[in-house]
């Protein structure tokens, strides 16, 4: 079951960096934001979720009844635990997050990028403001001085 949680609990934080951009150089570009519009991010479902639910389902069913029963327990207790490990990480993966439009400094286009909100700090950019933007395993969007 801690499996399905670890898995379902994965968020959008700008501020949690992949080890695979530590200690590496990584492209930036500077831009100021030009809109920014609050979403739902949802989570995703999970095989990995699925699966491990499937076995606990089965192994919870074994000491239900006897025989036929007992048979047709597992079955249904697998087959229930699969689809709520699957389904499961849509919901506990769910937060709050922002859809922001970044003016890219010497760009005539704008990006786009969406990305979850930051508890601790509670900082949500506002129009006008100038970010990083950092593209590595993920892309990023941090405050910038510049």
Same mark, same amino acid.
């Given at each position: 079951m801690s499996v399905i949680l670890l898995v379902g609990c994965e968020v959008t934080n700008p501020y949690k960096v992949p080890k695979s951009d530590a200690q590496r150089a990584l492209n930036t570009d500077l831009g100021t934001i030009i809109d920014v519009v609050p979403v739902r991010i949802q989570g995703e479902t999970?095989?990995?979720?699925?699966?491990?639910?499937?076995? /606990?389902?089965?192994?919870?069913?074994?000491? /239900?009844?006897?025989?036929?029963g007992q048979d047709v327990a597992i079955i249904a207790g697998t087959v229930a635990g699969g689809i709520i490990g699957y389904y499961l990480p849509v919901k506990l993966g769910e937060h709050n997050g922002f859809q922001y439009s970044i003016a890219? @400094?010497?760009?005539?286009?704008?990006?786009?990028?969406?990305?979850?909100? @930051?508890?601790?700090?509670?900082?949500?950019?506002? /129009?006008? @403001?100038?970010?990083s933007i950092i593209y590595g395993h993920t892309v990023r969007v941090l405050p910038s001085e510049n």
């Open positions: 999970s095989t990995v979720g699925a699966v491990a639910g499937g076995l /606990i389902g089965g192994i919870v069913s074994e000491k /239900i009844g006897s025989g036929t890219i @400094d010497g760009e005539d286009k704008p990006l786009g990028i969406i990305q979850g909100e @930051d508890k601790k700090k509670k900082y949500n950019f506002k /129009i006008g @403001d100038r970010v």
